[in-house]
């Protein structure tokens, strides 16, 4: 298969030719026609010249005949048929009313060359019309081709003396016509030459740009993608390699991202194997006494319930990012739902002394979403505000209604998010440094609860704050329940 290159070159040349070949053709056709106006023109005008040269001399009433030409005249008559059969190959006869011929040829054409050449039949009518008075301007065809003849009297005293007698044929003139445009041949010649030079350049400044691409999609597609495409050529190249460059930057992202990925769930899950499997093997080799293989075994079980909510956290976000779930839209009581998530959390609320603070906007508050997404959503970030919440601390959940909108924020007081972590907290197994410890949190919690959001079509994000961290979602607002008679509950403002 042809490149690219070789087809633009073809196709550009291949234009080129043709229009020059058109264009040559129609030149040629009207140059031709042209020229052969013009050299008829011109031997009727050297015939006119000949015939008044001819005319110059004396007449002998008595003899009937013309005084010899004076020598100059001669030599004038000469110069003019001769330049005559050079320029056209024409060959030109003076004769006088007895009969005599004077012929100008070139030098080394001999008489019978001559009657071989021109018509003499045609020539012979010519000078008999001539005599009577008439001029001839014709073209005949012959077998041989097309012969231009014209015929002149030449006149002493205003009587016809002779006849001046101009012939050659089509096929001369046409070599005369070729050697005078052979300069236009090649001009065209070095046109078509300088074209394809200038095809050449543009036709590979054009595809250079594309190969570069080639060979940097290549380069990516053999894994190094810190290759880039050089931004050169013309504006829809440029605007090309600002694309490819655009996307191997996503792809360099996307590469390190899952490099990131796989060395973080290697990290999370190796963490609690260790511990599972070193336990373990403690308790069958003896190391760990007998009456403290209950402790121990509880250990176990908290890191097989970790590893659990690991595994399950990766098959949720795993699904959620391939669209396997679905969401199933129901109108329901966010205050509700919320409080019963709290409701799951008070023993560990309890146990660390944290005031909770909840100031719902409207109660009830009637949201149309898939509440069970939502239950997790809820779940995540009040485990996310108890996680980083000192003992003794606050934590809070405020909601308010704009438009058709519900505004959920959860709230704490812990340790301010930095500026260097804000931009990564939903980024899968993002941990800030103060929550790198163990036990604390799988990273994916926020990771989930970003695409939960996307998958309604909202929004969630971290709320600037001056103290701990603040998370704000949004939902959209539902229809309250109809009452057995016939009415509603109290509508959302």
């Known amino acids: 298969m042809r490149s690219m290159f070789a087809r633009l070159i073809t196709v550009f040349l291949v234009a080129v030719l043709v229009s020059t070949v058109v264009i040559g053709a129609i030149y040629y056709a009207s140059a031709q026609q042209n020229f052969y106006d013009s050299a008829y023109n011109y031997l009727i005008s050297q015939a006119q010249n000949l015939a008044f040269l001819a005319g110059s001399g004396g007449y002998n009433v008595r003899t009937g005949t013309s005084y010899t030409l004076s020598t100059t005249n001669r030599e004038f008559i000469k110069q003019i048929t001769q330049q005559l059969f050079r320029d056209y190959n024409a060959y030109c006869i003076i004769v006088d009313r007895n009969g005599q011929k004077n012929i100008y040829l070139d030098e080394n054409f001999s008489y019978e060359d001559l009657q071989n050449t021109l018509d003499t039949e045609n020539m012979e009518q010519a000078i008999s019309a001539v005599l009577d008075g008439q001029e001839v301007l014709n073209k005949v065809d012959t077998p041989d081709g097309t012969m231009f003849t014209v015929a002149i009297p030449w006149r002493q005293n205003n009587r016809v003396m002779g006849a001046v007698v101009i012939q050659t044929a089509a096929h001369a003139m046409r070599s005369a016509f070729l050697q005078t445009n052979w300069p236009v041949f090649l001009v065209s010649v070095a046109t078509i030459l300088i074209s394809a030079v200038l095809i050449f350049l543009m036709t590979r400044s054009i595809v250079r740009p594309l190969t570069q691409m080639e060979h940097a999609a290549n380069a990516l597609a053999e894994g190094n993608f810190a290759t880039r495409a050089e931004e050169s050529g013309s504006r829809e190249t440029v605007a090309l390699a600002r694309a490819f460059n655009g996307m191997a930057v996503q792809l360099e992202e996307l590469e390190n991202s899952r490099r990131e990925f796989l060395a973080n769930v290697s990290h999370e899950l190796r963490s609690p194997i260790t511990s599972i499997q070193g336990y373990m093997q403690s308790m069958l080799d003896d190391t760990i006494p007998q009456t403290e293989h209950k402790k121990y075994m509880e250990t176990v079980l908290s890191e097989t319930k970790r590893l659990s909510r690991l595994i399950n956290s990766l098959l949720n976000l795993s699904r959620m990012e391939r669209d396997e779930v679905k969401l199933a839209l129901t109108d329901f009581d966010l205050n509700e739902l919320t409080r019963r998530v709290l409701i799951t959390k008070m023993q560990q609320i309890e146990d660390n002394e944290i005031e909770l603070e909840v100031?719902?906007?409207?109660?009830?508050?009637?949201?149309?979403?898939?509440?069970?997404?939502?239950?997790?959503?809820?779940?995540?970030?009040?485990?996310?505000?108890?996680?980083?919440?000192?003992?003794?601390?606050?934590?809070?959940?405020?909601?308010?209604?704009?438009?058709?909108?519900?505004?959920?924020?959860?709230?704490?007081?812990?340790?301010?998010?930095?500026?260097?972590?804000?931009?990564?907290?939903?980024?899968?197994?993002?941990?800030?440094?103060?929550?790198?410890?163990?036990?604390?949190?799988?990273?994916?919690?926020?990771?989930?609860?970003?695409?939960?959001?996307?998958?309604?079509?909202?929004?969630?994000?971290?709320?600037?704050?001056d103290e701990g961290a603040a998370f704000e979602f949004t939902l959209e607002k539902g229809k309250a329940p109809a009452l057995p008679n016939g009415g509603e509950q109290a509508a959302l403002s």
Not at 360 to 371: I, K, M
Not at 417 to 431: G, I, M, N, T
């Open 359 to 465: 100031d719902f906007a409207q109660d009830p508050c009637y949201a149309r979403a898939d509440s069970e997404q939502i239950t997790q959503v809820l779940v995540n970030l009040v485990d996310n505000a108890l996680k980083f919440t000192p003992k003794g601390g606050r934590i809070g959940i405020r909601s308010r209604i704009e438009k058709d909108l519900i505004h959920v924020i959860i709230w704490d007081n812990g340790e301010k998010v930095s500026p260097e972590d804000a931009p990564h907290l939903f980024d899968r197994f993002y941990k800030a440094d103060k929550a790198h410890t163990v036990g604390k949190g799988t990273g994916l919690g926020l990771a989930i609860c970003k695409r939960i959001m996307e998958k309604h079509g909202q929004k969630i994000f971290l709320v600037p704050s």
